[in-house]
């Protein structure tokens, strides 16, 4: 399963993805923690990633691409990879089908977190004094100005890509405002939908082997009909056209 999460920062994209890490198998890809952990460490990456976090910017999309793209041929992603907070633009968008492409991939569901913007702030607002009155680490960006221009840079920046996947015909939308555990249902059943979409695409075996399980199932006798269906067109088909050819021939011998 290859799948985006998509959703404005406190959509709840982080905890979702963690337990479809739990459940599923599948690796987490969060542009966000990869980015701290290369400032972190202080690479190039990092000190030029820096200063555009702190303030609430999104990072040049070339230095995302390439970190999710080395990301993504790790042994660990082949199984499957939940993709947070990547693509966040049209362009990172566009990246991504080429870079799965190239290597024979593709996404099999992107799941929208929707949220109300301004219940949203609240809500991060509350957590962020919650955390102070804890004396927990904040995060630098967990800031109400930089939350603010965060979630303007997704309005601005990141929303366009509901429209984007609409038309890929992947997007799914979830209420993000639901309690926890009721996203979390949504969400299984978006990615059992995809699976059953998957597993329908999947090309049938030379052998027959595929149309004799599905001959098994419920749909069977319907696949059976379709495959009489499809034969008898085919005769009517080859019928129809020798007779055109004999019209030809005819047309031709009038001349
Ligand atoms: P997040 O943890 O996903 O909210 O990301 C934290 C910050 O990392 C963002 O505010 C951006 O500055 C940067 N960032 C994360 N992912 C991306 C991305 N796909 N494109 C550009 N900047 C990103």
Known sequence: ???VLLGPPGAGKGTQAQRLVAKHGLLQLSTGEMLRAAVEAGTSIGMRAKEMMARGELVPDDVVVAIVSERIDEPDA???FILDGFPRTVPQAH????MLKEKGLKLDAVIEL???EAALLKRIKKRVAEMKARRETLREDDDPEVLRRRLLAYRDQTA???A???LESVLHSVDGMAPIPQVSSAIDRVLREALTKKAAARPRRADGAGRAQAGKTAKGSKTKAKTAKSGRSRAVGQKLARR???RGQRL???R
């Open 1 to 3: 399963m290859r799948l």
């Open 78 to 80: 082949r199984k499957g």
């Open 95 to 98: 990246a991504l089908d080429r």
């Open 114 to 116: 929707k949220v109300d």
């Open 160 to 162: 366009p890509l509901a």
């Open 164 to 166: 984007y996947y609409q």
């Open 244 to 246: 055109k050819t004999g």
């Open 252 to 254: 031709t011998k009038r």
